[in-house]
């Protein structure tokens, strides 16, 4: 099928896409034996904006974009994307920009935007995170992390320093890899594995009896060295609640607690700046 910048809605498409999510329904459903559960999240579908978000999605599940939207100027750099969606005879059209902002539902696009199957979150197990321990991937956990462009911002920071997985709890209170998470995070919620746990101080434990090293954001009460030397542990960074921080139960359960010190003129630091520092001296140092 060639290249057409144009191709318009195939009518059969809704009908694929409703079928196909109903396959993948029943396929997770036949797989409760398995040692790992999925929760999949309600939305129905995301759009991701942006040429690096895009890019990352296509890069690990390209099954999953089901149509493209792309301004005239991003034509050569999606043509390999656009290629792959014309054999799976799937949507992709070069629109105007006033078009774009509407598929996008926001004015920061980037020129491209695909509109792609939700997510899927699996819950980790003791033999998961044994596994992790294991291959000595570090982790970021969120202890109710509730903006969704706070853990876009910390997916991406991540991914850059090569965090293997993100873990958020199933509570109401905790942000979800959402369109304004995925827009923030430039395709490091493509690139870091999310995780969701119902339990996760349960987690935060399994973690600590694993091997992890736990250390524990606080805004007050920490101690400033924030790497005494355990260096051969697999790290686990534990973030808290923007307004309320950490729970205790999750602080308790911490191997240890690091607070960045300041001068003293301002409380604390954004979270996902507290979190970018933090994995810098965890993790990017200890790569250098």
């Given at each position: 099928?060639?290249?057409?910048?144009?191709?318009?809605?195939?009518?059969?498409?809704?009908?694929?896409?409703?079928?196909?999510r109903?396959?993948?329904k029943?396929?997770?459903?036949?797989?409760g034996?398995?040692?790992?559960?999925?929760?999949?999240?309600?939305?129905k579908?995301?759009?991701?904006?942006?040429?690096?978000?895009?890019?990352?999605?296509?890069?690990?599940?390209?099954?999953s974009?089901?149509?493209?939207?792309?301004?005239?100027?991003?034509?050569?750099?999606?043509g390999?994307?656009?290629?792959?969606?014309?054999v799976?005879?799937?949507?992709?059209?070069?629109?105007?920009?006033?078009?774009?902002?509407?598929?996008?539902?926001?004015l920061?696009?980037?020129?491209?935007?695909?509109?792609v199957?939700?997510?899927?979150?699996?819950?980790?197990?003791?033999?998961?995170?044994r596994?992790?321990?294991?291959?000595?991937?570090?982790?970021l956990?969120?202890d109710?992390?509730?903006?969704?462009?706070?853990?876009?911002?910390?997916?991406?920071?991540?991914?850059?320093?090569?965090?293997?997985?993100?873990?958020i709890?199933d509570h109401a209170?905790a942000a979800k890899?959402?369109?304004?998470?995925?827009?923030?995070?430039?395709?490091?919620?493509?690139?870091v594995?999310?995780w969701?746990?119902r339990?996760?101080?349960?987690c935060?434990?399994?973690?600590?009896?694993a091997?992890?090293?736990?250390?524990?954001?606080?805004?007050?009460?920490?101690?400033?060295?924030v790497?005494?030397?355990?260096?051969?542990?697999?790290?686990?960074?534990?973030?808290?609640?923007e307004?309320?921080?950490?729970?205790?139960?999750?602080?308790s359960?911490?191997?240890?607690?690091?607070?960045?010190?300041?001068?003293?003129?301002?409380?604390?630091?954004?979270?996902?700046?507290?979190?970018?520092?933090?994995?810098?001296?965890?993790?990017?140092?200890?790569?250098?």
């Amino acid at each position: 099928m060639a290249h057409n910048p144009r191709l318009g809605f195939h009518p059969s498409l809704a009908a694929r896409a409703a079928a196909a999510r109903e396959k993948a329904k029943a396929g997770l459903a036949a797989q409760g034996n398995q040692p790992a559960a999925v929760v999949r999240e309600e939305t129905k579908e995301l759009r991701l904006c942006g040429l690096a978000a895009v890019q990352a999605r296509f890069a690990r599940d390209p099954a999953s974009i089901q149509r493209l939207f792309y301004e005239a100027a991003m034509g050569q750099r999606v043509g390999g994307i656009c290629k792959v969606l014309a054999v799976a005879k799937k949507v992709y059209r070069q629109v105007e920009a006033p078009e774009l902002e509407k598929v996008a539902g926001s004015l920061h696009h980037g020129g491209v935007v695909a509109v792609v199957t939700p997510e899927v979150l699996r819950v980790p197990t003791a033999t998961d995170i044994r596994e992790w321990a294991k291959r000595g991937e570090s982790v970021l956990v969120l202890d109710r992390i509730g903006n969704a462009h706070n853990l876009g911002a910390l997916a991406r920071t991540a991914a850059f320093f090569g965090v293997a997985r993100i873990v958020i709890p199933d509570h109401a209170n905790a942000a979800k890899p959402t369109e304004s998470a995925h827009r923030v995070a430039e395709g490091g919620l493509d690139v870091v594995e999310v995780w969701q746990t119902r339990d996760l101080v349960g987690c935060v434990r399994e973690l600590g009896a694993a091997g992890y090293d736990m250390v524990g954001a606080a805004t007050r009460g920490g101690r400033p060295e924030v790497v005494p030397g355990a260096l051969r542990k697999p790290v686990a960074l534990v973030l808290g609640n923007e307004e309320h921080g950490l729970t205790p139960l999750v602080a308790s359960s911490c191997s240890r607690l690091v607070t960045i010190p300041g001068g003293g003129k301002i409380e604390s630091l954004n979270v996902s700046v507290a979190g970018a520092v933090l994995m810098w001296e965890l993790l990017g140092r200890r790569a250098g």
